[in-house]
């Protein structure tokens, strides 16, 4: 579970408001028994780590709840907000951000009344607001007073913990909307959206030297927040002409005028990066933005709240995001009950909210910061030295090939994970936006590699090109007294690749790579077939590939090769449009058994075909062992792990994956890692989260072993 050792706090005063759900914590005014109660209810729940506390104004009973804290496990952040929200005193709304000098001091003096509260309950953090908008004509000289009272706070905070003795206390801003709402029901606070607090942080850090200062970012301030930019985009526009006499005549149009607008856009998850540097503290809340609901507004409903605009996917994101910048700090509930609601209840269904969403498959699998880079993996000066090793020793394809060891049987354990590797070869070459990444021999060749010498693979399935490049790797890997990557695994040769993507007659599907007898003179251990129905126009040909394989398959039969051969219905919208695979059960039904039925036996055939819904029914159309394919790279090969994990449930004969581009370009990850999750989920039963949380521990492993066994051979 991602974010394990990040302490989870409780805004105190929102979760235990008061008796009857009262304000009396809000206003520090709460009765002994209820406080006391609080407080046990929290220090002995495990899952909780820290309270977020405001203050008590009863000294003695302050006394109390500091001598029962000093005694738990739990981290104490003093939370300041809800006295300025208060603002029992009368201050100036604008509080520390005041342009006024009277009411910016009496402001910042609160808040270091605060301060020395804070430090009786020994807090590690205290948390602050900004103080209201003055609109846009004093926004700029607010914030030089915001910056000006932080400053002194920091001071404050820094010569009361000298005087204690102890580390001075993390000074935090909380971020808020700008909603002006004349019922106050949002905000409006000077800060405000994540640009703006950046440059707050940027400036006390950097020239005020406070590295104690940091921010506070509220997933449920996320849908509150706008952050206004200027948008620019291309319009073309007819500007009327005037004649001698000064009439509008005619009309000359002018094309790609660029037109700005100012524009405010709700804040996303992503904004979290841009905060990395300076985010010391995260919530967790609801808000309501339906102006119809009793509750509308920056509510903090609880996760259960029907109306509540936070839903799971919404925390899932937050979280991922936290994970992948590599967010340390407290992640702190800030819900409340409301009505007739209790406070245990509520803080029930965030714990269930926030554990759900942490164990989704794709927040787990967060790549972070990490990027896979394969030049460095396998740099150009070694790829160079193919060309010159295929030159002057030519012989040793066929050598490393003959010599190979083979497996006795093709699956150790009834199962395979084969990684596809035919792609260029039949014109298809795109990975995402880019429409030649696959193209590119050495980002190619390099992530096979990467993939098979991790060793967490069956197998490899690839044309004779693919197949001969990694023989010569192979040998350099024996001749550098390691262990090669080729023994003891399947390789399978593609056969059929004269489809070419995108050509008028692309269902004519000739084989142009392995024959049979090539298989066997290359000692290769099984070949692959692909076979497209397309039932419209172009049907003859599909008629004309299908007797093509049922050949290839007789062929292999007599020679003792199993088959793996690649069903697929397709289509596509219109003439100009690139075949699609029809991804509906009931068609693959029909083509597996199609498939099925060819080339005089079946004994050795195993079928390739892709996950769809109602997997279950597919898997009954046959005996014939299954392998699931990937289908095109998404950069998320989460999807992929999952849809093979529902697969392999789906029946018994479904038996592993034959898998391509989802692996090799998993995004910014390590296609070996990606491997390696595919491997524990069809040989070790894993769940698709499990096996997500495992492949984090090979993530780079052996990562300079290529370059090594190059620098160790050829140079």
Request: aromatic letters at 8%; proline letters at 5%; a negative charge.
């Amino acid at each position: 579970m991602i974010l394990k050792d990040n302490i989870v706090t409780v805004v105190h005063a929102m979760a235990f408001p008061g008796r009857q759900n009262t304000n009396s914590m809000l206003r520090g005014e709460p009765g002994e028994r209820y406080l006391m109660e609080s407080l046990r209810v929290l220090a002995e729940d495990p899952y909780f780590g820290g309270i977020e506390l405001t203050r008590i104004k009863d000294p003695s009973l302050r006394k109390k709840a500091i001598e029962y804290l000093s005694k738990t496990k739990l981290h104490i952040f003093f939370s300041s907000q809800p006295v300025q929200i208060l603002n029992e005193e009368g201050y100036a709304p604008t509080d520390i951000s005041s342009i006024n000098e009277l009411d910016r001091i009496n402001a910042v003096n609160r808040l270091k009344e605060m301060i020395d509260q804070a430090y009786e309950f020994n807090a590690e953090g205290f948390t602050l607001m900004s103080g209201r908008d003055p609109g846009e004509a004093l926004r700029e000289s607010a914030k030089l007073s915001l910056i000006r009272s932080i400053h002194e706070i920091c001071d404050y905070s820094n010569k009361v913990a000298k005087s204690l003795k102890r580390k001075p206390m993390k000074i935090i801003l909380e971020m808020f909307d700008r909603v002006n709402d004349p019922n106050g029901r949002f905000h409006n606070q000077l800060i405000g959206p994540t640009f703006e607090a950046i440059e707050i942080a940027r400036r006390l850090r950097d020239e005020y030297h406070h590295n104690e200062f940091g921010l506070l970012y509220d997933l449920t301030h996320m849908f509150l927040i706008r952050n206004v930019h200027t948008k620019h985009e291309s319009v073309d526009v007819e500007i009327p002409t005037e004649n001698a006499s000064g009439s509008a005549t005619t009309a000359q149009r002018y094309e790609g005028l660029v037109r700005e607008e100012i524009v405010e856009e709700p804040e996303a998850p992503e904004v979290l990066q841009y905060l990395a540097p300076y985010l010391m503290h995260v919530h967790i809340g609801n808000c309501v933005l339906d102006p119809n609901d009793p509750n509308y507004g920056d509510s903090h409903v609880s996760f259960a709240y029907p109306n509540g605009a936070i839903k799971l996917r919404e925390v899932a994101d937050f979280i991922k995001a936290l994970h992948e910048m590599g967010y340390k700090g407290p992640v702190g509930f800030e819900v409340m009950p409301r009505g007739r609601e209790g406070s245990v209840p509520v803080l029930q269904h965030a714990k269930s909210f926030y554990d759900d969403a942490r164990t989704w498959q794709d927040v787990i699998y967060g790549v972070g910061k990490y990027k896979f880079v394969t030049r460095e993996y396998f740099p150009e000066w070694a790829f160079f030295k193919l060309t010159d090793l295929r030159i002057k020793n030519p012989e040793i394809i066929m050598e490393t090939l003959k010599a190979r060891k083979r497996r006795k049987s093709l699956t150790e354990d009834g199962y395979l994970v084969i990684l596809a590797a035919d792609h260029p070869a039949r014109r298809v070459t795109s990975v995402g936006d880019s429409p030649t990444a696959m193209g590119d021999r050495l980002e190619y060749l390099g992530r096979i590699v990467r993939t098979l010498s991790l060793g967490y693979v069956d197998g490899v399935m690839a044309t004779p090109d693919i197949i001969d490049e990694l023989a010569m790797i192979e040998y350099l890997y024996k001749k550098s007294g390691r262990k090669g990557f080729m023994d003891n695994k399947v390789i399978i040769g593609s056969m059929n690749r004269s489809g070419l993507s995108g050509i008028e007659y692309e269902m004519d599907d000739m084989i142009t790579a392995y024959w049979p007898e090539d298989l066997i003179k290359n000692n290769l251990d099984a070949g692959k077939l692909l076979f497209r129905l397309e039932t419209g126009h172009y049907s003859r040909w599909s008629i004309r590939t299908l007797q093509a394989c049922a050949e290839a398959v007789r062929q292999c039969n007599e020679k003792g090769l199993p088959v793996f051969l690649e069903p697929l219905p397709v289509n596509r919208p219109d003439e100009n449009s690139p075949y699609q695979t029809i991804l509906d059960a009931d068609e693959l039904i029909k083509i597996v058994g199609i498939a099925s039925g060819i080339g005089g036996s079946t004994a050795k055939t195993w079928i390739k075909i892709p996950y769809v819904d109602g997997f279950e029914r597919v898997a009954r159309s046959t005996t014939l062992p299954i392998l699931i394919l990937g289908g095109e790279s998404t950069g998320d090969p989460t999807y992929t792990i999952e849809n093979i994990s529902k697969a392999l449930e789906s029946g018994p004969n479904v038996r592993g994956a034959l898998v391509g581009r989802n692996i090799l370009f998993p995004g910014n990850d390590d296609p070996g890692a990606v491997m390696y999750a595919v491997y524990r989920t069809v040989h070790d039963g894993l769940s698709a989260m499990e096996s997500l949380e495992e492949m984090l521990k090979v993530r780079n492993a052996n990562f300079q072993e290529l370059r090594d066994v190059f620098r160790e051979t050829l140079t």
